[in-house]
């Protein structure tokens, strides 16, 4: 399975950005999928997740109430729509794949993983 991230760039703050992440394969609406991010210097660290069904959600406090996670299980395909953009915001972000039906903050809980989209938030 192939991940294919897209939607990254460059934005002022406080501006808005969606990313979207699709699968090579419609072999992932049972699995949960997820989005992280690693910023130049920093560890990879959970931004936000999704169960396989789209009904259950979960967030890293610090882009709660900013953004937010869907998915398209007809189109195996999973969104990040990132609001009030903050320079701390800007980094790589990768979605992933899920082993299993939701998305986990553990990033070793996901088996495959996108080759990333950069997002810059210019201060």
């Known amino acids: 399975v192939q991940l294919q991230a897209s939607g990254g760039g460059l934005v002022p703050t406080g501006g808005s950005l969606s990313l979207s992440c699709r699968s090579s394969r419609r072999t992932s609406s049972n699995n949960g999928m997820g989005w992280f991010r690693q910023a130049p210097g920093k560890e990879r660290e959970f931004v936000a997740g999704?169960?396989?069904?789209?009904?259950?959600?979960n967030y890293a406090d610090s882009v709660k109430g900013r953004f937010t996670i869907s998915r398209d299980n007809a189109g195996d395909t999973v969104y990040l729509q990132m609001n009030n953009l903050k320079p701390e915001d800007t980094a790589v972000y990768y979605c992933a794949q899920n082993r299993n039906s939701y998305g986990s903050s553990d990033s070793s809980t996901y088996r495959y993983w996108g080759q990333g989209t950069q997002v810059t938030v210019s201060s």
């Open positions: 999704i169960s396989w069904r789209g009904g259950s959600t």
